[in-house]
């Protein structure tokens, strides 16, 4: 596990380091505590090695970082001091808390347990053949609430169950169950307990936000608020476009089915009245309209009358 380290300092080195931590909080916008805990010193080189470009991590005593806090000239920073870590360390960044946060979580890898650590999460026993053969192994799945079954030489999870849940211990029995199903329930990586950013104090139930449920969040509220603008008229940089558009359109159809010719509608509005008049004619055969005798009587008068005229 990770250890603060050195073990033994004279009061001048644990000045220097009071001194480092107090300019490194006051230079960096970003300044978080890590929990250390259960973390191997091999993957910790490892992911400070990944996170160098974003990132500076540092440790060392608590009461070392606690003094460096207080000498730090930063309104609210303080509040660094509440924090929940087991084995503290300082992180500073210039990625803001929830960048910070989203980058560590992605740097965490699965683990097997070994007995002892705190559940992350409820671990439960999934459905599906286990591979394994009938033996111990049935009656310890059994003994989780698991509904197990035998079946083609194997056992068989009908119905899973959690057999740890959030916060709880796991036992040495639990990691023989959970190895030997092949499931590592356990994330091994950096842990950010709370940030601060610019007078502001951010704890991880706060950082930890899922990104794609966010951003899917964004997008409908700002389709909502499109939309809202658009129907109500209000006119803007992003809703113009939209509104002077759907207007346009509007007064284009109106000059049309009125027969209100414009420049830009004389064409479909003829266009429209050759169609109507050709479907009127399509539908009216002239030549078997039958004439009675009086029109042909009225007929024959005015064209009597129109030579005379002449």
Request: hydrophobic residues 35%; without cysteine.
């Given at each position: ?118 559940a992350p999460n409820d ?89 794609e449920e966010y951003r ?43 027969g209100i010719p414009t ?48």
């Amino acid at each position: 596990m990770v250890q603060p380290k050195p073990k033994n300092m004279t009061r001048s080195q644990k000045e220097a380091k009071v001194e480092e931590f107090k300019q490194k909080i006051e230079e960096n916008p970003v300044v978080g505590i890590l929990d250390m805990n259960s973390l191997p010193s091999r993957q910790l080189q490892q992911i400070k090695k990944e996170m160098k470009d974003f990132a500076d991590i540092k440790m060392s005593r608590k009461t070392l970082m606690q003094l460096s806090i207080d000498q730090a000239e930063k309104e609210g920073v303080d509040s660094l001091k509440e924090n929940n870590a087991t084995q503290p360390a300082f992180i500073f960044s210039e990625k803001d808390p929830f960048q910070l946060y989203s980058l560590i979580k992605k740097n965490k890898t699965s683990a097997a347990a070994q007995g002892g650590e705190i559940a992350p999460n409820d671990i439960e026993v999934p459905e599906g053949d286990t591979g394994i053969g009938p033996g111990p192994m049935l009656g310890k799945l059994q003994q989780t609430g698991a509904q197990v079954q035998v079946d083609d030489g194997t056992i068989h999870v009908q119905k899973g169950s959690v057999m740890v849940k959030k916060g709880e211990t796991i036992t040495r029995d639990d990691a023989e169950i959970l190895n030997q199903l092949g499931l590592e329930p356990l994330q091994i990586g950096l842990d950010l307990d709370i940030a601060y950013n610019d007078g502001e104090i951010f704890t991880a139930e706060q950082l930890n936000i899922d990104e794609e449920e966010y951003r899917a969040d964004v997008e409908t509220a700002a389709s909502m608020a499109f939309n809202l603008a658009v129907n109500a008229g209000i006119v803007n940089e992003t809703t113009a476009p939209t509104i002077v558009g759907e207007a346009a359109r509007k007064a284009r159809n109106l000059s049309i089915s009125e027969g209100i010719p414009t420049e830009d509608t004389i064409e479909e509005i003829l266009a429209y009245a050759s169609s109507n008049a050709e479907g009127v004619d399509s539908q009216v055969d002239l030549e078997s309209v039958e004439v009675s005798e009086d029109e042909e009587e009225e007929d024959s008068e005015t064209e009597e009358s129109e030579k005379e005229e002449e």
